[in-house]
């Protein structure tokens, strides 16, 4: 195993879900479970490069090597095979159909690698399912299964992986068992059961299959050739804002809400505080708006909250889906991966939610040629007032959150893009350090 723990050190680094871009890995087995599938087995490694450090989720298997994709071959595995990614291996997907759509085990260690069907739909055959993995920018992998005579079904494998349920499992098909149709229909899942650190047996989500919306565009290219069209949006991004706050309504009945006492709002104003801090360290120019940024904050501290609940966490125009069947669907409940889990799993303002919507509407602005830039600006403001009008037309008056603390979620969204950007595409800074020039414009 140590071998193939080399080969993977060289590997993963390679892959688009490898989180620490830059730095070289430092692995160690977690967990090694042989599947019930033919020379293949699931392997969760953790990654010291980092700290805390990250546990990776990597199916691998022994094949022979013609029957690799060149992407797909991690190194020699003796004997004339080579290790694989089995995300294209049909053995590995078909058994991973089969947890999903049947449940049960799929490893030889019982409760190891398992499945759980939750859907009541009748399960297609079980082989030769046409599998083939989700190309694009992605933190996980998803692999689409068109089997014979039923719907398509998607099935993301988390590749940063953690003890207990992922945000996106819990929460989406909490929504989808109560019938909502703003996120796709819930199919099935598989867990997984390892040794922590700590000693403790802990159990944690693996993958999570659903509903697959065949040919469809996700908002942010939708949005993208209205602007560039000059269509007005306010119809789409009206029934945008209704979608986010039906599903806002829907995730405050279902799991628990926190009232905004006084420690919690000091706990969420000193991580606005922490971020504007890391922030400007890194983004000389902001320097000139922090102690307008801090009373807008200072503001929003001082408004009325409502309670704080469960959110989406990392809502923008590429995390949703334009459907002819159910209008908006809302993808990817994870939350942003900068974040720790436990954050992510908390309570939250619902309004930071809204908040990412409207940045997102704003970048739309900076992909768009224009020729002073004004057509868009204003393509722009209206999408947005659109949005926030549907929005709080269905969530109604009292969960409203006050402008004050839309505004210190906005600038809290630019800060974080402000770094971003400059860690990543510094020809982009230009969006967000406009936008807090907006929100908390410098007086004369
Ligand atoms: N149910 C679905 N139907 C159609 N396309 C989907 C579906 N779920 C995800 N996708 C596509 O896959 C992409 C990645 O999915 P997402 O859940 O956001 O994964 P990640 O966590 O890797 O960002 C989405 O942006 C969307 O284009
Ligand atoms: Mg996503």
């Not at 430092?26 to 599947?35: E, S």
């Not at 991690?74 to 294209?88: C, E, N, Q």
Request: net charge negative.
């Amino acid at each position: 195993m140590g071998d193939l723990l080399d080969l993977l050190t060289v590997w993963m680094p390679r892959q688009r879900w490898y989180g620490t871009k830059g730095r070289d890995p430092r692995l160690t087995l977690v967990a090694d479970w042989q599947l019930l599938a033919p020379r293949t087995r699931v392997l969760l490694v953790r990654d010291d490069a980092v700290t805390p450090a990250a546990l990776y989720q990597v199916p691998v298997s022994q094949r022979e090597p013609d029957a690799v994709l060149p992407g797909s071959l991690i190194g020699p595995a003796g004997d004339g095979l080579v290790w694989s990614d089995a995300v294209t291996d049909p053995d590995f997907t078909d058994l991973l159909f089969r947890l999903v759509s049947v449940g049960g085990p799929g490893s030889e260690t019982v409760g190891g690698f398992a499945g759980l069907a939750l859907s009541s739909a009748p399960a297609a055959a079980a082989s030769e399912i046409p599998a083939r993995v989700l190309s694009g920018e992605q933190s996980n992998t998803s692999i689409i299964f068109r089997p014979e005579g039923a719907e398509p079904v998607i099935c993301k494998l988390f590749r940063q992986v953690n003890a207990g349920v992922n945000p996106d499992v819990e929460l989406q098909s909490a929504l989808a068992a109560e019938g909502a149709t703003f996120v796709p229909a819930a199919i099935g899942e598989v867990r997984g059961t390892w040794s922590a650190a700590s000693g403790e047996t802990v159990t944690g989500s693996l993958a999570f299959a659903q509903e697959f919306f065949e040919g469809v565009e996700d908002a942010w290219r939708v949005a993208l050739q209205a602007a560039t069209a000059a269509h007005d949006f306010s119809e789409p991004a009206r029934a945008l804002g209704e979608s986010v706050a039906r599903m806002h309504v829907a995730l405050a009945q279902t799991f628990p809400t926190v009232v905004p006492d006084a420690g919690v709002r000091s706990a969420v104003a000193a991580a606005w505080s922490r971020r504007l801090g890391i922030a400007v360290a890194e983004v000389p120019a902001l320097a000139p708006f922090v102690q307008r940024i801090q009373e807008v904050y200072a503001e929003a501290a001082a408004a009325p909250w409502p309670p704080l609940q469960r959110v989406h966490g990392d809502l923008h125009l590429g995390q949703v889906l334009y459907t002819p069947s159910n209008g908006w669907v809302l993808l990817d409940f994870e939350g942003e991966p900068l974040r720790p889990i436990s954050e992510r799993r908390s309570p939250d303002l619902a309004v930071r939610d809204v908040a990412g919507m409207l940045r997102s509407f704003d970048y739309v602005s900076g992909a768009v040629a224009d020729d002073d830039g004004a057509a868009v600006r204003a393509w722009v403001i209206a999408a947005q007032q659109a949005f926030v009008r549907g929005y709080a037309e269905t969530v109604g008056p009292e969960q409203t959150a006050p402008d004050a603390l839309l505004a210190a979620c906005e600038l809290d969204k630019a800060v974080y893009e402000a770094i971003y950007e400059t860690r990543n595409r510094p020809d982009w800074i230009g969006i967000p350090l406009a936008a807090i020039g907006r929100l908390a414009p410098l007086k004369d």
